[in-house]
């Protein structure tokens, strides 16, 4: 017989297995969020390196949005409610704040803050 024990208990791997577990299940609930918001990310930027998007205002901006939304399929982001444009000198600030609620199960679920802002000269 040998002296002492080698490996894990059967609990032990029970619980390392569940907290691998929950850590799987939270990812794959999480990650299309996460995949969106880098769409909304590069959608923002994209409008701010148009030519004369510093001479944009707030309609043109959202219109500008809706567009590249569509061709990414972002669908819980509405760019009127979540969009704020802000005078800064000579420049402008284009800021898109929204929320994301992913149900985890039963009456659980998780929020998400999402913020962006771009900053282009205004002309």
Partial sequence: ???????????GTSFVL??????VFLILKLFPVYMQDFKVDKAL?????????????KPEVVEALYKRFIVDDIEHVKP????????????KIYRLEYEAVVPLFHNVSAL???????EVRAD
Wanted: no cysteine; glycine share 14%; proline share 2%.
């Fill in 45 to 57: 930027q994209g409008v701010v390196d148009e030519p004369g998007a510093g001479a944009m205002t």
């Fill in 1 to 11: 017989m040998r002296a002492g024990q080698k490996g894990m208990t059967l609990w």
């Fill in 80 to 91: 009127e409610q979540h969009l704020t444009v802000e005078q800064n000198g000579k420049n």
């Fill in 112 to 118: 998400i803050e999402f913020q962006h802002m771009q």
């Fill in 18 to 23: 569940a907290v691998l577990g929950i850590a």
